[in-house]
């Protein structure tokens, strides 16, 4: 027997368009393996009337929350980025007891105690929170801290945590003028139009922060990060350090110091041999190191459209799972 999830969409940009190919080019897959049918019932957008290259009823697009929320849903996806209707749509969700799942680490910077909070009140009715895709992309690290980790004694978090600055990096390394580099990402749809966020070391400042409220129960709008992004006056060190066998990367750093968080994010001289140098292109690297377990590697694709929404498809199949079995 095949049982019904209905999916909610907020956003069809970058992510959400991504997400919504996935679950129509795989539906009939995942219906066979997992005997569920994922329904999309509703994508919110900006502009309802703007032709779009998804496979979707023109009929479920709407442009106001509040049709969306009031929606059937089973689990709701937050795609919209920034924070203003990111933040309507999650408490929204939450307290009518739905499950949120949200790729938004901008907001969950300002709002994640507060979001996770709600979702535990709500908890009864059915609401959780999960955001797997918010950090690192396909890197499953959001849930190694929030269940694995949990009272190992973990005193850092450190890693390469921006996929389209470590492209650049990789390009620039092998004589690509930093510009060519740039362009290049953003034609792979490793980085936005508006790649401000990306380049001066704010987006990796918003991931590491959220990596150090789950690690460290810090609040993370509190946390100060310091913040150095790249520009193309770092392709000279660049492509010097690679004659001398380095690396240069942008890594961000949370360490507890005493009851405290010391967190940052600069570029960085590495060994070629060391694993940051490794990583390349759009991955991700990210490691986290405690007492009792030792130091814990992981690494994936970090940035891109596909990436991120496959990290969300692997919420949402969590929480199909949990459905088709009530």
């Known amino acids: 027997m095949t049982s019904v999830v209905k999916v909610a969409v907020a956003g069809c940009g970058t992510v959400g368009a991504a997400l919504l190919d996935l679950l129509e080019r795989h539906g009939e897959a995942l219906r066979q393996r997992r005997g569920v049918r994922y329904q999309v019932t509703r994508v919110l957008v900006r502009d309802a009337d703007r032709p779009r290259a998804v496979s979707v009823d023109r009929a479920l697009f709407t442009d106001r929350v509040d049709h969306f929320l009031e929606t059937p849903a089973d689990i709701v996806v937050e795609a919209i980025g920034g924070t203003t209707a990111a933040r309507a749509v999650a408490h929204g969700t939450l307290v009518r007891g739905r499950r949120l799942v ?16 709600l979702a535990r009140a709500h908890r009864a009715a059915g609401a959780t929170l999960d955001f797997e895709a918010a950090v690192g992309g396909g890197v ?16 850092r978090i450190r890693g390469v945590l921006n996929g389209t600055t470590n492209y650049i990096l990789s390009r620039v390394e092998q004589g690509v003028p930093f ?3 740039l362009a290049a990402a953003q034609r792979a749809g490793f980085a936005e139009a508006d790649p401000t966020r990306d380049l001066d070391g704010t987006d990796a400042a918003d991931k590491i922060a959220v990596l150090a ?18 520009d193309a006056s770092l392709a000279l060190e660049a492509r010097a350090a690679a004659r001398r066998g380095r690396a240069v990367r942008l890594v961000a750093t949370a360490v ?11 570029p960085r001289v590495v060994p070629r041999g060391h694993p940051f140098a490794q990583v390349r292109d759009e991955q991700n690297l990210i ?3 405690s007492e009792s377990a030792g130091t814990l590697t992981v690494a994936g694709a970090g940035a891109g459209g596909s990436a991120t929404a496959s990290a969300v498809l692997a919420d949402i199949l969590r ?8």
């Open 102 to 117: 949200t790729a938004n680490k901008a907001l969950l910077r300002i709002e994640g105690p507060a979001l996770d909070a």
């Open 179 to 181: 510009a060519d580099a």
């Open 256 to 266: 507890r110091i005493g009851d405290g968080v010391h967190a940052t994010v600069a």
């Open 140 to 155: 499953p690290v959001v849930r190694l801290l929030r269940e694995s980790l949990a009272g190992h004694g973990l005193h």
């Open 319 to 326: 929480h199909g799972a949990t459905n088709a079995a009530s």
């Open 287 to 289: 490691q986290l190191e």
């Open 213 to 230: 409220w789950l690690g460290f129960g810090v609040d993370p709008a509190a946390l100060r990060v310091r913040a150095t992004g790249i």
